[in-house]
């Protein structure tokens, strides 16, 4: 996934873990964002082979959403994947490498409005729909409500750049992100890990004497 915004590489990792937040129990514990930054300042996400493409779909509108400047296509966050599931593209697309960004466009607009909404998205026009560009050059909108509608008029075409990536990098691990949410709630609540350990203990120990009084008593 590649974003071309005024982020900088502390602020993406964040803005990962605020949205993973979102979905606690939707990825494994290992699954693993590689956050680099290349030398023209663009910032590129490898994301995890796990991620379906429904979950790469909402990080992208995400990522869209939160911007708070006008920016025309080319600047969107854009996201390369290979469709391995039917979650949003039929089984006729499996195996198909595709970009996915954010779009307003439905399959009523003309060419003139999709020329022109595509270059005035502002803040208050938030993003609600992605587009799917697969490497036939086929367009589909997705507005997570429908099946994707086919676009008929689409100026961009299919168009992966291959990227050198640095040595160097910063990650984002579901395991340490849904943990320390959970940390955070138990304290809220006056329970630390340890507490919580406590009483667990304490609960079996309990449960334990008590079938044992229940049992002598009964023979």
């Given amino acids: ?14 803005l990962l873990k605020d949205w ?28 995890h082979e796990d991620l379906s493409s429904m979950a790469v779909a909402l990080l992208v509108l995400y990522f869209e959403n939160i911007n708070q ?17 039917t979650e949003v593209l039929l089984k006729q697309n499996e195996g198909k490498r595709a970009m996915v960004f954010c779009s307003q466009q439905d399959n009523k607009t003309t060419r003139q ?8 998205t502002t803040k208050d026009q938030n993003p609600t729909a992605v587009r799917f560009i697969l490497e036939d050059n086929y367009v589909l ?20 750049e291959e990227f050198v990536l640095p040595e160097e990098y910063e990650s984002v691990k579901v ?6 949410k959970i ?7 006056g329970l630390t890990p340890k507490k919580m350990l406590m009483y667990i203990l304490c609960g079996a120990i309990g449960l334990s004497i008590g079938f044992l ?7």
Avoid: H, W
């Fill in 213 to 219: 009084i229940v049992y002598f008593m009964g023979r």
């Fill in 1 to 14: 996934m590649v974003n071309s915004q005024q982020l900088t590489v502390q602020e993406v990792k964040d």
């Fill in 183 to 189: 940390d955070s709630i138990l304290e809220e609540d």
């Fill in 20 to 47: 993973i937040k979102l979905y606690p129990n939707s990825f494994a514990p290992d699954v693993e964002f590689k956050i680099y930054q290349l030398p023209d300042g663009d910032i590129i996400i490898q994301l």
């Fill in 113 to 120: 409005q999709v020329e022109s909404v595509e270059t005035t």
């Fill in 175 to 180: 395991g340490d992100v849904v943990k320390k």
């Fill in 69 to 85: 400047q006008p920016m025309a296509n080319s600047q969107q966050p854009t996201a390369f994947i290979t469709i391995e599931d």
């Fill in 141 to 160: 909108d997705y507005n997570f409500e429908k099946r994707p509608q086919p676009v008929k008029y689409c100026d961009m075409i299919f168009e992966e």
